[in-house]
């Protein structure tokens, strides 16, 4: 069935890197993204990569996508206290309806 | 810059009220969505549309309907509101194949 799975929770030092991992299942899927969202707030697009790519970069963001394992991750190099942040990962499905399906979210605390 | 604009970030209703909720894109999207959100359950699927007077059912879609008279606007409507319903809903739109933008999210509280 479709799922999108990540873990819940990771605490990084400001400066550090943080490296965020999410699992999909569907093969098929033609983009995988990752969203952020701030408290109260809507889901604001990071950066996507098509399936056909291993890596893309933008900035402090470098997103990992090993097709074999369906194992897609973000790493925000020298993280700040403003990522502080829940982050999605998401998929969209190989058929026409254009879905995505989102994890549960991955929530990101940076300490001073 | 891209825009979705849902038209209220807070709402209370009451038991059996009917809802309406607004959503409006400005980038000629084909597709729209509505989510909500809860602690927990994540991102759950309501209602799609695909294009005009085009609607398909998500994950949870009772309770709820939806219309699509134009483009640019999507609507989400509780027939009767109850307190299960009180959530965070989440508008997105997005091109065929495209990622999707959302809107900054209604807060309802259904009392």
């Known amino acids: 069935g479709e799922d999108v799975e990540q873990s819940l929770f990771l605490s990084v030092r400001e400066g550090d890197s943080s490296v965020i991992n999410c699992t999909y299942t569907?093969?098929?899927?033609?983009?995988l993204y990752w969203y952020k969202q701030e408290p109260g707030a809507g889901l604001q697009l990071l950066t996507y990569i098509f399936s056909n790519m291993d890596m893309k970069q933008d900035q402090r963001l470098t997103v990992l996508l090993n097709k074999k394992d369906k194992h897609l991750s973000l790493r925000i190099a020298d993280t700040q206290t403003g990522d502080s942040a829940i982050y999605f990962c998401a998929e969209s499905m190989g058929d026409s309806s254009y879905k995505l399906i989102f994890g549960s979210g991955t929530r990101l605390l940076v300490r001073p | 810059d891209v825009k979705v604009t849902q038209s209220s970030r807070y709402l209370v209703k009451r038991t059996g009220e009917k809802v309406f909720l607004e959503c409006v894109q400005d980038m000629d999207h084909e597709n729209m969505f509505w989510y909500r959100q809860d602690p927990g359950l994540g991102l759950r699927l309501i209602y799609f549309s695909y294009d005009v007077k085009m609607k398909e059912k998500g994950d949870i879609p009772e309770g709820y309907s939806v219309s699509r008279e134009k483009k640019e606007r999507f609507s989400l409507i509780l027939e009767s509101a109850s307190t299960n319903q009180t959530s965070m809903y989440l508008c997105?739109?997005?091109?065929?194949?495209?990622?999707?933008?959302f809107g900054q999210g209604t807060r309802l509280t259904v009392v």
């Open positions: 997105a739109s997005s091109s065929t194949q495209g990622a999707a933008f």
């Open positions: 569907d093969s098929s899927s033609t983009y």
